[in-house]
């Protein structure tokens, strides 16, 4: 196998595995032969035992073998931890409600601490917002943008500060209102 594919993530590896193998038994000559083929054209399976060719479960053994081959990887176990880890990559750099992938346009005021965080909104007259273990203020127009409202009197009862609200139930109704197309809907 020439090309270097990398599956996404272990379902589409095992779906990518299970493909080969169901060619490998296709009753279509054609679509068996060009599995065999495959395996052939790699340095890892010059010839297949015989006796394997007859047995799902070493066929797929095999099969993964293959894959992790095609993805620069050295052998199955390789490419599981390497899906394994970016998928832990992915789900630390999960977009937060607060802070989605166009957030940066905005561009928010960072801060080390919530103290510091705290100072800023006053003088900017900002919105105190958490990332993780960060806190940004953010502008008017970017709490427009998340779908909230600016003017929301929830705003000045929480102190403009989600991370540390002065009042938790009125954090919690402007929360509700996070990813939804706008707060105007909102009833009187």
Known sequence: MTDRREPHDLAEADAWAEALVGDLFSPDQRRAARAVERFRASARFPSIPPADLTDR??????????????????SWSALLARLEKRARIRANDAPSPLYPPWADAYMPVWCASHAEA???????????LPYRHHYFVASREYVAALGLDPDDPDWEAIGWDWAHPADEPARARLEGWLGSETQSDRLP
């Not at 479960?57 to 050295?74: C, D, N, T, V």
């Not at 006053?122 to 919105?127: D, W």
């Open 57 to 74: 479960e070493s066929m797929r053994a095999h099969a993964r073998e293959l894959i992790a081959e095609g993805a620069g990887q050295p």
């Open 118 to 128: 705290r100072r800023v909104r006053e003088e900017q007259q900002g919105y105190l």
